[in-house]
């Protein structure tokens, strides 16, 4: 049999980490085992019911047919004014958003907008997963910057600044910080939009935890600073903060050059974004959350603050609470084993499942990254598992 030729780019990239051990997770339970998983970050509770009644009163209604590429009129008008009523953007609805099935899908189009092949793009290390293999299949190259404890997780200007070349085009910044927790402040913002605007450069803001900051800290988007409206691409999404992942829909803010462009790759790659989920997520973006939906991120905080706090006491783990978003950053180095043996051994012996930090960067050895938005049973569970792990070891 001759075998197909397939594509370099793709043989030879990583599966993506989180989504992989996720399915492992979801293969070992349909076999009858019991594990407690905190690997992808899937919040424990389902999708509030208002926002499914509304995408089930779309579909009753034969709401089931493509929509313009750059979503819906109504979609678009309540990204808008989630914009101005959170984040103190004034972004027009006809001209400065496009709908997108999540961040992933808004980051490719933003990456495709803005690259050319070869060019450069400055993302964190640590950083997302799925980051480095999206601008490797887009024909860019990517240039991690690392993120330091010593400077708690947050880049400098001169870090940049180091790193720039006449290919850079593009820096990407996931806030909060997925995996570590930050939440960047306007000084932290402050610095990146220097050197932006110094060299010209598109920065791809990453928010999807960008409602869920915790012990009453902020999140600011780096669009409202000066200079930096259009030269940055805002991605949001509902995946995280109102546990809609099965729906795959956000939004990009940018400017309207930018959306024009990426309008334009939308209609050939996907077409549009699901019509009904487009209708269901009006009422997420375009109202003030309900009380259902508060109630969550309250009980998230409390979960995230417990977990973590009872993960640093173990002896031998430094565990970090975020100050955003679902995960907790845990330090091993004490344990003298790889992030990649203590997650694996971890599943096999005590059916907790966890993400390496190296799936995150070379940064991210000696890390691990604990998802803690699950049930109180299955937190208590994990605990002991891990507690019993580090102790055996």
């Given at each position: ?13 990583a ?5 992989g ?26 999708t509030?019911r ?8 779309a ?20 990204c808008?004014r ?8 004034d ?6 958003i496009?709908?997108?099935m ?6 490719v ?8 092949p070869g ?8 950083c ?7 601008i ?25 600044e ?8 593009a ?11 930050v ?6 913002l ?20 960008e ?28 995946t995280k903060s109102?546990?809609m992942?099965?729906w ?5 803010h ?6 024009e ?7 050939h ?7 009904f ?16 939906v ?10 995230v ?10 002896e031998?783990?430094k ?12 330090d ?13 051994r ?36 994990g ?9 055996d070891?």
């Open positions: 049999m001759i075998e197909t030729i397939l594509s370099d780019r793709v043989v030879q990239s599966p993506s980490t989180t989504v051990i996720a399915d492992k997770v979801k293969r070992l339970r349909e076999a009858g085992h019991e594990v407690y998983d905190f690997s992808a970050g899937r919040a424990f509770e389902h509030p208002y926002v499914i009644d509304a995408a089930t009163k579909m009753e209604a034969g709401d089931t047919h493509q929509t313009m590429g750059q979503g819906t009129l109504d979609y678009r008008k309540a808008a989630k914009l101005a009523r959170e984040n103190g953007i972004a027009d609805p006809e001209s400065e496009v709908a997108t999540g961040c992933k899908q808004g980051l189009i933003s990456l495709l907008t803005l690259l050319n060019d450069e793009v400055i993302v964190e290390d640590p997302f997963v799925s980051y480095k293999q999206t490797d299949y887009l024909g860019g190259n990517y240039v991690a910057v690392p993120l330091l404890e010593s400077n708690d997780f947050r880049w400098k200007g001169k870090q940049l180091s790193v720039i070349t006449d290919k850079t085009r820096v990407i910044l996931c806030t909060p910080q997925n995996p570590t927790g939440v960047h402040t306007k000084e932290d402050e610095e990146i939009a220097k050197v932006a605007i110094k060299h010209n450069l598109t920065v791809i803001t990453d928010e999807p935890y409602r869920m900051t915790w012990d009453a800290r902020r999140h600011v988007n780096l669009a409202t600073l000066p200079g930096m409206a259009e030269r940055t691409i805002t991605l949001m999404s509902l109102f546990s992942g099965g795959r829909i956000g939004f990009a940018a400017s309207p050059r930018k959306i462009q990426m309008t334009k790759l939308q209609q790659l996907i077409t549009c974004a699901s019509s989920v487009q209708a269901g997520a009006i009422t997420a973006f375009g109202e003030p959350p309900k009380d259902e508060l109630d969550y991120w309250k009980q998230w905080e409390e979960k603050a417990h977990f973590t706090t009872s993960l640093d006491k173990i031998g783990l565990c970090y609470t975020p100050e955003g978003g679902f995960y907790g950053w845990m091993i180095s004490k344990l003298g084993i790889s992030s990649e043996q203590f997650c694996e971890l599943l096999e012996e005590k059916q907790v499942a966890l993400i390496p930090g190296s799936s995150f960067g070379k940064q991210g050895e000696n890390y691990v990254r604990v998802t803690c938005v699950k049930s109180w049973d299955e937190i208590n569970a605990l002991k598992g891990i507690r019993e792990f580090v102790k070891l």
